[in-house]
Antibody, heavy 115, light 107 residues
Framework: EVQLVESGGDLVKPGGSLRLSCAAF????????MNWVRQVPGKGLEWVSS????????YYADSVKGRFTISRDNAKNSLYLQMNSLRGEDTAVYYC????????WGQGTLVTVSS | DIQMTQSPSSLSASIGDRVTITCQAD??????LNWYQQKPGKAPKVLIY???ILETGVPSRFSGSGSGTDFTFTISSLQPEDIASYYC?????????FGQGTRLEIK
């Protein structure tokens, strides 16, 4: 079955760090560009970061640039998001999204930044 | 960044009604547009890609049209299971950008 499974979401204090992971199953992960997209519960969708198939090209939203780092390990069929200096406005469900012939979305993992 | 303007933000319709949602890009995105359905507590699900291609397994009552800057999403006959929020998303260039969403309710 084609799927993406995120993990790592948690409650963290402002200024803290968190690492999200996304495991890919059932498709050729190394042929898909990958993205992180977030959604504040009850609100719209916001793109966070993208990484190309070979990690040659990496992009960030201005809101997370300098604080978040996207990476991937094609040998492990996995995508990561290292989140540092977290703020309250980073509270959201984070989705891993594969971009290839079509788009594949994970189920999401909740990150809550609160003291 | 490409801005996507989606309307309406909410819509109330009866079972069997034809429902239409529009999405406008502020620059030419050719046909690089997805339409998503999202139910509460769930991830978005792709219904339409490349503006008009129905994703495998999606009922034929869903359709999409348009190119350039103006796009339309249609449900030909609304069913109870279609109650959800719907989003457009352009993928012509990064950053990926989304419409504000349309919340669809039963009248």
């Amino acid at each position: 079955e084609v799927q993406l499974v995120e993990s790592g979401g948690d409650l963290v204090k402002p200024g803290g760090s968190l690492r999200l992971s996304c495991a890919a199953f059932g498709f050729a992960f190394n042929t898909y560009s990958m993205n992180w997209v977030r959604q504040v519960p009850g609100k719209g969708l916001e793109w966070v970061s993208s990484i190309s198939t070979s990690s040659s090209y990496i992009y960030y939203a201005d809101s997370v640039k300098g604080r978040f780092t996207i990476s991937r390990d094609n040998a492990k069929n996995s995508l990561y998001l290292q989140m540092n200096s977290l703020r309250g406005e980073d509270t959201a469900v984070y989705y891993c999204v594969g971009q290839g012939e079509t788009y594949i979305w994970g189920q999401g993992t909740l990150v809550t930044v609160s003291s | 960044d490409i801005q996507m303007t989606q309307s309406p933000s909410s819509l109330s319709a009866s079972i069997g009604d034809r429902v239409t949602i529009t999405c406008q890009a502020d620059q030419d995105i050719t046909k690089y547009l997805n339409w998503y359905q999202q139910k509460p507590g769930k991830a978005p699900k792709v219904l339409i890609y490349y503006a008009s291609i129905l994703e495998t397994g999606v009922p034929s009552r869903f359709s999409g049209s348009g190119s350039g800057t103006d796009f339309t999403f249609t449900i030909s006959s609304l069913q109870p299971e279609d109650i959800a929020s719907y989003y457009c998303q352009q993928y012509e260039s990064l950053p990926l950008t989304f419409g504000q969403g349309t919340r669809l309710e039963i009248k």
